[in-house]
């Protein structure tokens, strides 16, 4: 009798292509994405497997003009089947990092990038670089995508998510959004043939129904690289070949849809469930400090330049809206966010912080420009100033020299003349002191010690400052604190600079840092991320591992941070006993820790990945508001108001200081209301977003609703706190339709 044939197990298979323009054709030439194009098609066609191309969007931009022959390639395996486009994002940055308006810039722009030069959109959420925040499956979702995979490659930082032992999940959002999902588990590789043995014996895939082996690559033809198909197709060629298996490729969108999702259990992970992984903190948060900057003015340039168009002609600039010229700052934005401009600072970071800086000139421009056209058309009174305000609320506005404009209307302006600040009551806050830390010679010392100062040391909107010489430490470095009232907000700006004149010991836990310790603990911490306000528990350490010598080739060390946390631009705390909370807005300062006493916010850090490359100067901005119960949405506008820059012009306007307004002479008998307001939302939620659209924006999407309209408006509105919430829409323009709409 013969014996029974061997039943194949079913073992599904793929993998996603991870390269970049940004940083990698920046050092290694012209022919790293044509090569990398050319290397995953061997690679796809050599081992007969399908897979994923996870490139940034400006990198297909750049080989629609500089290789398009490779280009057209791309094209023709993802028309195939054989490639799927995955991630997609114009820039790849570490999401968790930046603000939620650029992380659903990051998408829009990126997909139709992806649409415009593969002829698809992409419906698959995979990046290499850790993306994670809990209402991430939402934006995905209102982007087109209808799956995901939480696998995320450590590199040089090592990103946790929770591990499964399951071969699909729901991946679920804090508003309930689901989306399928390839999870973190056994099964994950990474670029090395040898990871392939181990998982074939491995428990979980003999116990799962469906496994599925998901693995990254980074595929460049390059002697000098690592990663290439000549180096990983024999492994993977007998593994095709492996009696023991039903060897099943697939493109992550079409293995989602085969997977048996009946028994797929929901996640819904918190930010204490997962860990970054990245040197957060390093050279004094400079690339994502740039990054929330440059986000923030371009809001104001988008708002300002919709408001100055509301009022007619002449436009600021020749069309009703600068639609490229805004589209192009946040293009070089976008791409500077992207992850290596940060994780690989001292190599590439140079780069990005000069496109940070142009999109900071370009957005600063239309600004001004906006605000011109309107001091143009107001009449002098007295010595009068005109002040917009770019946000979509009513608020006081504090200008330079700390006078006061009051209830200055929502996206929009008023001409007044300056008032002195009403802010002269004493503010009430919790027993608070702070020291400042620095891991010098392998032993944590405080440098400074101090308590907040009373109302009466910086009355009004006086400033006080000292200089502080490290407590009989022998320690190279000058620090200046400096405690100012604002005249505006009820809280208290701490200002700190640091001159660094040695290098201080390398990792996060030699992080020269500020110590904030309370007399009560803290029983709830609230922290901010993209779209969202949730508690932080930070009990968990996370592990961080850094080179000894060069990045590449030299042993690596591993050091345990203790309870980190991430804010992108406040904490809130409340404490035992009392009723009393505490704002702690920041500039840029993402990087926090919890401690027995309290609080600890990583102010400058050296990153062993940057190698001899180090940030001797600190500067950074908090800014602290005792309250009773401030809703999310306020604190939201709290930290908008704080960190927003004062527009305003005497009247008149200045001549000359910018380039004239175009579309139409300036008619001096005509005279503008005095204030101006052209949208105010009413009800617990933020608006996030006011601005123009181009008919570009609608190219290869049917159903878009700006089809047929001359730049219609977007307005985009969030709730911050999980809850359904009505809000009322009060805008001075005239509608003559109206639609919700997804991101697009």
Not at 434 to 454: F, I
Request: a negative charge.
């Amino acid at each position: 009798m013969e014996p029974a044939p061997t039943v194949r197990r079913p073992l599904y298979y793929t993998f996603a292509n991870h390269m970049h323009w940004v940083d990698m054709q920046w050092l290694w030439g012209y022919e790293v994405m044509p090569g990398s194009a050319r290397d995953t098609l061997r690679f796809c066609d050599e081992a007969q497997v399908r897979g994923n191309l996870n490139f940034d969007g400006i990198g297909y931009e750049r080989l629609a003009s500089e290789c398009p022959e490779a280009l057209a390639k791309l094209r023709e395996a993802v028309a195939a089947g054989k490639l799927e486009p995955v991630g997609g994002s114009w820039g790849q940055p570490y999401g968790l990092f930046q603000g939620g308006e650029s992380n659903v810039r990051q998408f829009t722009v990126g997909v139709r990038a992806v649409l415009r030069h593969l002829g698809v959109r992409p419906r698959a959420f995979w990046e290499e670089e850790f993306w994670f925040f809990p209402q991430l499956p939402q934006l995905l979702q209102q982007c087109g995508y209808t799956g995901a995979s939480l696998f995320f490659q450590w590199t040089w930082h090592t990103p946790e998510v929770p591990q499964e032992e399951h071969s699909v999940i729901f991946w679920q959002g804090l508003d309930g959004t689901k989306l399928p999902t390839l999870p973190r588990n056994g099964l994950n590789l990474h670029q090395w043939p040898e990871d392939f043995d181990p998982m074939l014996e491995s428990p979980l895939l003999q116990s799962l129904e469906q496994p599925v082996l998901a693995q990254w690559v980074e595929l460049m033809p390059s002697p000098d690289w690592m990663c290439r198909s000549e180096v990983l197709l024999p492994r993977l060629k007998e593994l095709a070949t492996d009696s023991r298996f039903d060897f099943r490729p697939r493109t992550l969108s079409a293995l989602l849809s085969e997977l048996n999702t009946d028994d797929a259990p929901t996640r819904a992970y918190s930010m204490d469930d997962v860990w970054h992984g990245m040197s957060l903190g390093k050279n004094a948060d400079r690339i994502p400090r740039a990054s929330l900057h440059g986000e923030r003015l371009l809001l104001e340039a988008e708002s300002m330049a919709t408001v100055s168009a509301l009022l007619g002609r002449p436009y600021p600039s020749w069309d009703v809206y600068p639609i490229w010229e805004i589209d192009e700052a946040w293009r070089e934005l976008l791409a500077a966010q992207h992850h290596d401009n940060h994780e690989c600072e001292g190599l590439c970071g140079f780069i990005g912080l000069d496109s940070f800086d142009k999109a900071r000139r370009m957005s600063q421009r239309v600004s001004q420009r906006s605000l011109l056209r309107v001091a143009s058309e107001l009449r002098p009174v007295n010595g009068s100033v005109v002040v917009a305000n770019a946000l979509p609320w009513r608020r006081d506005v504090a200008l330079a020299d700390g006078t006061v404009v009051t209830d200055v209307p929502a996206c929009g302006f008023r001409q007044s003349e300056p008032q002195q600040s009403k802010n002269a009551d004493a503010i009430e806050f919790p027993q608070l002191n702070y020291c400042l830390n620095l891991q010098w010679k392998s032993s944590r010392e405080t440098l400074l010690n101090g308590e907040l100062p009373s109302a009466a040391s910086v009355g009004g909107v006086d400033a006080s400052s000292m200089q502080a010489q490290p407590c009989g430490h022998d320690v190279p470095i000058k620090i200046e604190t400096e405690w100012r009232r604002h005249p505006v907000l009820l809280g208290y700006e701490l200002r700190i600079t640091a001159d660094h004149q040695e290098r201080w010991d390398p990792g996060m836990n030699a992080a020269f840092a500020l110590d904030l310790n309370f007399a009560d603990a803290i029983t709830e911490l609230i922290h901010d991320h993209p779209f969202a306000q949730t508690e932080i528990k930070a009990q968990k350490n996370g592990l961080r591992k850094y080179p000894s010598g060069d990045w590449m080739t030299s042993e690596q060390w591993f050091e345990e941070v203790e309870r980190p946390f991430t804010a992108t631009r406040f904490i809130d705390a409340e404490f035992e006993g009392k009723g009393q909370r505490l704002l702690i807005m920041h500039d840029g300062s993402q990087s926090w820790q919890r401690t027995d006493s309290g609080l600890r916010v990583l102010l400058n850090v050296i990153d062993p990945w940057d190698e001899t490359y180090w940030n001797p100067r600190t500067e950074v901005r908090l800014f602290l508001i005792p309250h009773k119960n401030l809703p999310a949405w306020r604190r939201h506008q709290l930290a908008e108001e704080w960190l927003s820059q004062t527009l305003s012009l005497p009247i008149p306007a200045p001549t000359g200081i910018l380039a004239c307004v175009g579309g139409g002479d300036v008619d001096l008998e005509a005279q503008l209301p005095t204030q101006f307001g052209a949208l105010q939302i009413d009800g617990p939620v933020v608006c996030t977003a006011f601005h123009r659209l181009g008919t570009r924006d609608g190219e290869g999407f049917a159903n878009w609703a700006g089809h047929g309209m001359k730049a219609p408006h977007l307005i985009r509105v969030v709730e911050l706190e999980g809850q359904s919430a009505a809000a009322k829409l009060n805008c001075v323009m005239p509608m003559a339709s109206a639609w919700r709409c997804n991101m697009f």
